[in-house]
């Protein structure tokens, strides 16, 4: 299989505009490639399931921008965390909690901590 020349050529946007809006878009595709790579979910399970998500946030009517494609990356990373038993749902979902409130709780401008999120 020949790779394209450019192969984040797809991923680039128009006038020099950076190819990710936020930091944590290429973290989440940068996890993904991490566990295709190290085998702990094929590239087959990884693109049926990003694609399923895909199609369930088209037959919902999501719009088709970008931030419906990276929360079908996120949504598509967490059923094969749980699936392939690297995650329970239930820790799956307090993770995420803890980053919902550390990012509340940190002031514009700041770095995240996800300390700041535990639980009091």
């Not at 944590?24 to 085998?39: E, H, I, N, S």
């Not at 921008?65 to 820790?91: C, F, H, I, P, W």
Request: proline share 7%.
């Amino acid at each position: 299989m020949k790779l394209p020349d450019e192969p984040l050529g797809p991923l680039k946007r128009k006038d020099g505009d950076p190819t990710f809006d936020e930091p944590w878009q290429a973290q989440a595709l940068a996890m993904a490639d991490t566990l295709v790579v190290t085998g702990k979910i094929s590239a087959a399970a990884w693109a049926e399931t990003l694609g399923a998500e895909l199609r369930k946030a088209a037959d919902t009517g999501a719009p088709d921008d970008t931030e419906t494609y990276y929360r079908a990356v996120l949504a598509a990373l967490e059923r094969l965390l749980n699936q392939s038993g690297a995650a329970e749902k239930s820790e799956i979902d307090a993770r995420r909690d803890q980053w919902e409130r550390a990012y509340l709780n940190t002031p514009h401008g700041q770095p995240v901590q996800l300390s700041a999120g535990e639980k009091a």
